[in-house]
Nanobody, 126 residues
Framework: VQLQASGGGLGQPGGSLRLSCAAS????????MAWFRQAPGKEREFVAA????????KYTDAVKGRFTISRDNAKNTVYLQMNSLKPEDTAVYYC????????????????????WGQGTQVTVSS
């Protein structure tokens, strides 16, 4: 199983970035997908998750209304559109996969996610 995250980089406060995570080696439409992030000196935290059917979506409060998670099962890819960026969004962002056939359920605990990508750095600074 491989999860390849991309799209990170330098963003300005108030600006936008779009992360992508391409999955291979798994049956993508049977996995819930999530994004987590880890800032320097802090623990990894949940950002957003989407069920395989896209019916269930969750966000952490800090990104609600600014970030949007989506997926394209035909392309085995999950996205994180990040708008209205803030300096506190600076972190390494990881995508993760949780085998969960229930199409209307996602979980937020990192321990439930079996597969992880390598991370992509997002830095928000002027």
């Amino acid at each position: 199983v491989q999860l390849q995250a991309s799209g990170g980089g330098l963003g300005q406060p108030g600006g936008s970035l779009r992360l992508s995570c391409a999955a291979s080696g798994l049956r993508f439409n049977r996995y819930a997908m999530a994004w987590f992030r880890q800032a320097p000196g802090k623990e990894r935290e949940f950002v957003a998750a989407i069920s395989w059917s896209s019916i269930a979506i969750k966000y952490t409060d800090a990104v609600k209304g600014r970030f949007t998670i989506s997926r394209d099962n035909a392309k085995n890819t999950v996205y994180l559109q990040m708008n209205s960026l803030k300096p506190e969004d600076t972190a390494v962002y990881y995508c993760a996969a949780d085998q969960r056939p229930e199409g209307a359920m996602v979980v937020t605990g990192a321990r439930h996610y079996e597969h992880w990508g390598q991370g992509t750095q997002v830095t928000v600074s002027s």
